[in-house]
Protein backbone atom coordinates (compact mmCIF):
# COMPACT_ATOMS: atom_id res chain seq x y z
CA UNK A 1 0.00 0.00 0.00
CA UNK A 2 1.42 3.75 -0.70
CA UNK A 3 0.62 6.34 0.60
CA UNK A 4 1.50 10.37 0.83
CA UNK A 5 3.01 11.34 4.20
CA UNK A 6 3.41 15.47 4.70
CA UNK A 7 6.80 15.71 7.05
CA UNK A 8 9.45 18.80 7.51
CA UNK A 9 7.88 21.14 4.89
CA UNK A 10 7.71 18.06 2.15
CA UNK A 11 5.53 15.67 0.39
CA UNK A 12 6.59 11.80 1.04
CA UNK A 13 5.28 8.60 -0.80
CA UNK A 14 5.57 5.78 1.56
CA UNK A 15 5.12 2.29 0.23
CA UNK A 16 4.24 -0.66 3.54
CA UNK A 17 4.73 -4.00 2.39
CA UNK A 18 3.79 -7.42 4.31
CA UNK A 19 1.55 -8.06 7.67
CA UNK A 20 0.86 -5.56 10.34
CA UNK A 21 2.17 -7.52 13.10
CA UNK A 22 6.12 -8.56 13.42
CA UNK A 23 9.26 -6.52 13.32
CA UNK A 24 9.54 -3.91 10.58
CA UNK A 25 11.95 -3.56 8.12
CA UNK A 26 12.91 -0.12 6.89
CA UNK A 27 14.51 -0.01 3.50
CA UNK A 28 16.31 3.24 1.91
CA UNK A 29 17.47 3.77 -1.42
CA UNK A 30 20.11 5.79 -2.99
CA UNK A 31 20.57 9.20 -4.54
CA UNK A 32 19.33 9.97 -7.84
CA UNK A 33 18.81 6.94 -9.63
CA UNK A 34 16.92 5.19 -6.82
CA UNK A 35 13.66 5.19 -5.11
CA UNK A 36 11.27 2.95 -3.38
CA UNK A 37 10.97 0.73 -6.32
CA UNK A 38 14.98 0.09 -6.39
CA UNK A 39 13.70 -2.28 -3.16
CA UNK A 40 9.87 -2.74 -4.38
CA UNK A 41 11.00 -4.67 -7.67
CA UNK A 42 13.82 -6.77 -6.02
CA UNK A 43 14.35 -7.88 -2.50
CA UNK A 44 11.51 -6.06 -0.63
CA UNK A 45 8.63 -8.48 -1.70
CA UNK A 46 10.74 -11.49 -0.76
CA UNK A 47 11.29 -10.30 2.70
CA UNK A 48 7.50 -8.94 3.08
CA UNK A 49 6.28 -12.62 3.53
CA UNK A 50 7.12 -12.77 6.91
CA UNK A 51 7.56 -8.87 8.68
CA UNK A 52 6.07 -5.21 7.46
CA UNK A 53 8.75 -3.52 5.03
CA UNK A 54 8.23 -0.37 4.78
CA UNK A 55 9.77 1.80 1.47
CA UNK A 56 10.16 5.32 1.34
CA UNK A 57 11.02 7.79 -1.51
CA UNK A 58 13.34 10.71 -0.36
CA UNK A 59 12.79 13.81 -1.25
CA UNK A 60 13.30 14.54 -4.67
CA UNK A 61 12.78 10.86 -6.07
CA UNK A 62 10.75 8.54 -6.84
CA UNK A 63 6.89 10.59 -6.01
CA UNK A 64 8.24 12.63 -3.51
CA UNK A 65 8.04 16.15 -3.24
CA UNK A 66 11.32 17.86 -4.43
CA UNK A 67 12.54 20.63 -2.37
CA UNK A 68 15.45 23.40 -2.57
CA UNK A 69 17.86 22.05 0.16
CA UNK A 70 17.48 18.64 2.87
CA UNK A 71 19.77 15.93 1.14
CA UNK A 72 22.75 16.05 3.75
CA UNK A 73 22.27 12.72 6.22
CA UNK A 74 21.40 14.88 8.67
CA UNK A 75 18.48 16.29 7.40
CA UNK A 76 17.47 12.84 5.32
CA UNK A 77 17.94 11.03 9.19
CA UNK A 78 15.69 13.79 10.58
CA UNK A 79 12.71 12.53 7.79
CA UNK A 80 12.86 8.90 8.52
CA UNK A 81 12.70 10.08 12.03
CA UNK A 82 9.45 11.65 11.33
CA UNK A 83 8.16 8.90 8.33
CA UNK A 84 8.79 6.12 10.59
CA UNK A 85 7.54 7.99 14.20
CA UNK A 86 4.56 5.83 14.00
CA UNK A 87 6.38 2.63 14.04
CA UNK A 88 8.09 0.47 17.16
CA UNK A 89 11.86 0.43 16.87
CA UNK A 90 12.93 -1.23 13.57
CA UNK A 91 15.62 -3.23 11.25
CA UNK A 92 16.98 -1.04 9.20
CA UNK A 93 18.44 -1.49 5.46
CA UNK A 94 19.84 1.09 2.82
CA UNK A 95 21.67 0.91 0.22
CA UNK A 96 24.65 3.35 -1.03
CA UNK A 97 23.94 7.22 0.53
CA UNK A 98 20.98 5.42 1.93
CA UNK A 99 23.69 3.36 4.13
CA UNK A 100 25.02 6.72 5.26
CA UNK A 101 21.96 7.61 6.01
CA UNK A 102 20.99 4.92 7.83
CA UNK A 103 24.09 4.58 10.08
CA UNK A 104 23.48 8.51 10.82
CA UNK A 105 19.88 8.02 11.75
CA UNK A 106 20.93 5.02 14.33
CA UNK A 107 23.81 7.14 15.92
CA UNK A 108 21.34 9.97 16.11
CA UNK A 109 18.72 7.65 17.47
CA UNK A 110 19.48 5.03 19.40
CA UNK A 111 17.27 2.36 20.70
CA UNK A 112 14.75 2.47 17.43
CA UNK A 113 16.98 0.69 15.21
CA UNK A 114 17.10 -3.15 15.86
CA UNK A 115 19.61 -4.38 13.37
CA UNK A 116 21.60 -2.65 10.50
CA UNK A 117 22.13 -3.56 7.09
CA UNK A 118 25.00 -1.31 5.20
CA UNK A 119 24.46 -2.91 1.09
CA UNK A 120 27.06 -1.38 -0.78
CA UNK A 121 27.64 1.97 1.58
CA UNK A 122 30.14 4.31 0.19
CA UNK A 123 32.34 4.53 3.14
CA UNK A 124 36.23 3.98 1.32
CA UNK A 125 36.00 8.07 0.62
CA UNK A 126 34.04 10.97 0.06
CA UNK A 127 30.51 10.03 -0.11
CA UNK A 128 30.44 12.63 -3.23
CA UNK A 129 32.05 9.71 -5.02
CA UNK A 130 29.20 7.89 -5.33
CA UNK A 131 29.39 6.40 -8.70
CA UNK A 132 27.25 8.54 -11.37
CA UNK A 133 26.79 11.20 -9.17
CA UNK A 134 27.02 13.84 -11.59
CA UNK A 135 26.72 12.10 -14.57
CA UNK A 136 23.31 10.81 -13.42
CA UNK A 137 22.15 13.88 -14.32
CA UNK A 138 21.13 12.89 -18.04
CA UNK A 139 18.10 11.45 -16.58
CA UNK A 140 15.02 14.14 -16.74
CA UNK A 141 13.73 13.88 -13.49
CA UNK A 142 17.71 14.03 -12.46
CA UNK A 143 18.84 16.38 -14.35
CA UNK A 144 15.86 18.39 -12.43
CA UNK A 145 17.25 17.22 -8.90
CA UNK A 146 20.78 18.32 -10.25
CA UNK A 147 19.95 21.69 -11.34
CA UNK A 148 17.36 22.77 -8.83
CA UNK A 149 18.47 22.11 -5.44
CA UNK A 150 21.28 22.27 -3.50
CA UNK A 151 21.84 18.37 -3.40
CA UNK A 152 25.37 18.20 -5.32
CA UNK A 153 26.90 20.56 -2.73
CA UNK A 154 25.60 18.80 0.30
CA UNK A 155 26.56 15.65 -0.58
CA UNK A 156 29.68 16.96 -1.37
CA UNK A 157 30.37 18.47 2.11
CA UNK A 158 29.37 15.46 3.71
CA UNK A 159 32.50 14.16 5.78
CA UNK A 160 33.79 10.49 5.46
CA UNK A 161 32.37 7.66 7.54
CA UNK A 162 34.88 6.45 9.37
CA UNK A 163 36.20 3.79 11.51
CA UNK A 164 35.99 5.80 14.44
CA UNK A 165 31.74 6.88 13.25
CA UNK A 166 31.03 3.13 12.90
CA UNK A 167 32.70 2.25 16.19
CA UNK A 168 29.72 4.20 17.64
CA UNK A 169 27.11 1.69 16.63
CA UNK A 170 28.84 -1.20 18.07
CA UNK A 171 26.33 -3.50 20.76
CA UNK A 172 24.09 -3.38 17.11
CA UNK A 173 24.15 -6.22 14.79
CA UNK A 174 25.36 -5.31 11.58
CA UNK A 175 25.41 -6.56 8.35
CA UNK A 176 27.49 -5.29 5.24
CA UNK A 177 27.42 -6.27 1.81
CA UNK A 178 29.66 -4.82 -0.93
CA UNK A 179 29.47 -6.03 -4.47
CA UNK A 180 33.15 -7.67 -5.91
CA UNK A 181 33.60 -4.88 -8.74
CA UNK A 182 32.36 -2.14 -6.54
CA UNK A 183 34.39 0.55 -6.11
CA UNK A 184 33.43 0.50 -2.72
CA UNK A 185 34.63 -3.16 -2.03
CA UNK A 186 36.74 -1.31 0.68
CA UNK A 187 34.22 -0.45 2.58
CA UNK A 188 33.99 -4.04 4.06
CA UNK A 189 37.48 -4.02 5.31
CA UNK A 190 36.49 -0.72 7.60
CA UNK A 191 33.31 -2.13 8.81
CA UNK A 192 35.40 -4.95 9.98
CA UNK A 193 37.56 -2.84 11.64
CA UNK A 194 35.27 -1.24 13.20
CA UNK A 195 32.72 -3.74 14.78
CA UNK A 196 34.75 -7.09 14.94
CA UNK A 197 31.11 -8.28 15.48
CA UNK A 198 29.63 -7.40 12.27
CA UNK A 199 28.29 -10.26 9.10
CA UNK A 200 30.58 -8.91 6.07
CA UNK A 201 29.68 -10.71 2.55
CA UNK A 202 30.83 -10.09 -0.73
CA UNK A 203 28.20 -10.76 -3.38
CA UNK A 204 28.96 -10.99 -7.50
CA UNK A 205 28.58 -7.19 -9.33
CA UNK A 206 28.98 -3.86 -8.69
CA UNK A 207 27.56 -0.86 -6.89
CA UNK A 208 23.93 -2.06 -7.43
CA UNK A 209 24.59 -5.46 -6.13
CA UNK A 210 21.14 -4.87 -4.72
CA UNK A 211 20.05 -5.42 -8.15
CA UNK A 212 22.25 -7.63 -9.94
CA UNK A 213 22.25 -10.15 -7.23
CA UNK A 214 18.97 -10.16 -5.34
CA UNK A 215 18.66 -13.90 -5.90
CA UNK A 216 21.44 -13.92 -3.39
CA UNK A 217 20.99 -10.65 -1.29
CA UNK A 218 17.09 -11.55 -0.22
CA UNK A 219 18.22 -14.69 1.50
CA UNK A 220 20.69 -13.45 3.28
CA UNK A 221 19.11 -10.31 4.67
CA UNK A 222 16.18 -12.63 5.90
CA UNK A 223 18.94 -14.82 7.71
CA UNK A 224 20.22 -11.86 9.20
CA UNK A 225 17.07 -10.25 10.62
CA UNK A 226 15.63 -13.70 11.80
CA UNK A 227 19.08 -15.54 13.31
CA UNK A 228 19.65 -14.95 17.00
CA UNK A 229 23.49 -15.52 16.68
CA UNK A 230 26.13 -13.57 14.44
CA UNK A 231 28.93 -14.54 13.15
CA UNK A 232 31.99 -12.14 12.79
CA UNK A 233 32.96 -10.50 9.92
CA UNK A 234 35.13 -12.67 8.13
CA UNK A 235 35.38 -12.21 4.26
Do not use: D, N, Q
Given at each position: MAAFVHARGARFNVVDLGPADGVPL???HGLFTGSAASWFFTVAPALARTRPVRLPDWRGHGLSERTPSGYGTADMAADLAALTAGLPPFAL?????????????ALDHPGRVTRLALIDPPFAGALASVPGMRESGRRSRVRALVEHTRVLDEVAAEPPVTADVLAGLEGLPVLAVAGAESPFRAALDLVGRALPAARCHVLPGGHDVHITARHLLAPLLEDFLDREVHRACLM
Open positions: VMLAGHSYGAAVAVRF
